[in-house]
């Protein structure tokens, strides 16, 4: 009764086709040999040189024909050798085609190129994240590329995404709301991240991951309503942007002061940029600045620049009468065209226009009382 204890052995499974790919280079390897072997073979039958010896192994697998002067003095061992090496490769050079035909029907150089992409992906820093290449998406892709920052989209759409690539703009194939995509993405290093999907819903799943993910990153959302709006801010976006109300306000602009608008046309195609430079909320780090006032500074004298507007923190006294027009923000105050007699304070935002030279200047001039600086589309 033994044999009903003895284990059966079982028969191991053939390979599924997929393990092909998994040594790729087999057939490659192969080939190799088998031309080193030949040419180790002419060298010791025929005594030839080297390049004599490979140029015969290549004549002979590339089936170009005994047009080489050195078959009429072939010895028998030499060919042997030829006619070992012919039916070598009859196996071997096939068995290579096939090979590579099989990779590439897998999609074995797609996920080699993705993998390579993946690897390049955790070396950018301080970019932006566009999350949604449409109608939308391409303007602001267009935009944030002539200003020179390094973008990345994001896109799950083939068309898309092969519109992006034709743009010649580096582009992620992935869920957007998911948090392994926003990590994969960068969003730790990122210096902010514009989600510009067609769904409310979709941007506001992108919001809460990014703000859960980098707390400090800055988010700009897209909302097609007042409520969308309301529930992204909730979210922990920073800016919230309707399609519909810029344009609104585009086209009431330009009814109303074409020139004004026309100006901003200018200013975009200009060497002159627009940026914030977020003062530090502790006084000991502006040092002599804390205090004092835009004319005893005078940034316009020093380097050319031009503050257009400051923006008081939510803590701020409310500006008096003679230093400019102010209107009260969300959290905040923003004084524009602000006086000479405005003094700077800790927490302040300064909204300074100017050439890239003349604003690193100003930011030279703060030097550590300067928090950030963040660039304004021109």
């Known amino acids: 009764m033994a044999f009903l204890f003895r284990r059966r052995r079982r028969r191991r499974p053939p390979p599924p086709p997929s393990s092909r790919t998994r040594r790729p280079w087999r057939a490659p390897l192969a080939l190799a040999c088998l031309i080193n072997v030949g040419a180790a073979g002419y060298r010791l039958t025929e005594g030839w040189d ?15 024909g005994f047009s080489d002067g050195h078959t009429k003095v072939l010895s028998s061992s030499g060919r042997l050798v030829t006619a070992l090496l012919i039916l070598g490769g009859l196996v071997v050079v096939q068995i290579s085609i096939q090979g590579v035909l099989r990779l ?64 010649g703009l580096p582009v992620l194939m992935a869920d957007a709301t998911l948090d392994e995509t926003l990590l994969e993405a960068g969003v730790s290093q990122c210096r902010s991240l514009v989600a510009a999907l067609p769904s409310n819903a979709a941007n506001l799943y992108v919001v809460l991951s990014a703000r859960g993910l980098a707390p400090g990153c800055r988010l700009i959302a897209r909302a097609d309503s007042d409520e969308s709006e309301r529930k992204l801010r909730l979210a922990g976006a920073d800016e919230v942007v309707s399609p519909y109300v810029s344009g609104g306000r585009i086209m009431a602009a330009t009814a109303l002061r074409p020139m004004a ?101 100003v930011a030279r001039i703060l030097g550590s009382g300067l928090r950030s600086i963040e660039q304004l589309p021109g």
């Open 50 to 64: 080297w390049g004599d010896c490979y140029w015969m192994v290549l004549i002979t697998l590339s089936t170009l």
């Open 104 to 167: 590439s029907e897998s999609g074995y150089f797609r996920r080699l190129s993705e993998r390579r992409f993946r690897r390049w992906l955790q070396t950018m820093n301080n970019h932006v994240i566009l999350c949604g290449y449409g109608r939308i998406g391409r303007e602001i892709a267009e935009q944030i590329a002539r200003e020179g920052v390094p973008l990345l989209v994001v896109e799950l759409d083939e068309d898309r995404r092969e519109a992006a690539e034709s743009a």
């Open 261 to 361: 608008v026309t100006f901003m046309d200018l200013l975009a195609g200009s060497d002159s940029e627009v940026e914030e430079l977020q003062l530090s909320e502790e006084a000991a780090s502006l040092g002599e600045l804390n205090g004092m006032t835009l004319g005893e500074l005078d940034l316009g004298r020093r380097t050319g620049a031009l503050v257009l507007a400051v923006r008081l923190p939510a803590t701020a006294s409310s500006p008096s009468p003679g230093r400019g027009s102010g209107f009260s923000g969300r959290d905040s105050t923003l004084i524009t065209n602000p006086g000479r007699d405005l003094r700077l304070a800790p927490g302040q935002l300064l909204v300074v226009m100017g050439s890239t030279a003349q604003l690193a200047a």
